[in-house]
Nanobody, 127 residues
């Protein structure tokens, strides 16, 4: 059974940075599109960033506004989300997800299209 395990969350001051990691086991990550989603208390899960299986395509939610960068290292079966200039409204549980497998899997912004999910990591932005 594939597993996705996030890490890197924590408490950070506004304007600070965090790097989230998601280590994958039980699947060939190179055959999967990946995504990062978040869910704040009392709110629906929303997409943050997405990348195709080839890594050639990426997409970000409008609220990211150039502050976050998604990346992947298929050899290490790890995906990343670098978050800079964090704001209090970025406070949420962040989830990594994988969609596939396929020879090429394009970007998907719909959380219900993803096949595997991590357990989430808490990000709190507060002074």
């Amino acid at each position: 059974q594939p597993q996705l395990v996030e890490s890197g969350g924590g408490l950070v001051q506004p304007g600070g940075s965090l790097r989230l990691s998601c280590v994958v086991s039980g699947l060939d990550l190179e055959l999967y599109a990946i995504g990062w989603f978040r869910q704040a208390p009392g709110k629906e899960r929303t997409g943050v960033s997405y990348m195709s299986s080839s890594g050639g395509g990426t997409k970000y939610a409008d609220f990211v506004n150039g502050r976050f960068t998604i990346s992947r290292d298929d050899a290490k079966k790890t995906m990343f989300l670098q978050m800079n200039n964090l704001k209090p409204e970025d406070t949420a549980i962040y989830y990594c997800a994988a969609k596939g497998p396929g020879l090429y899997v394009g970007i998907s912004t719909n959380y219900y299209e993803y096949d595997y999910w991590g357990q989430g990591t808490q990000v709190t932005v507060s002074s």
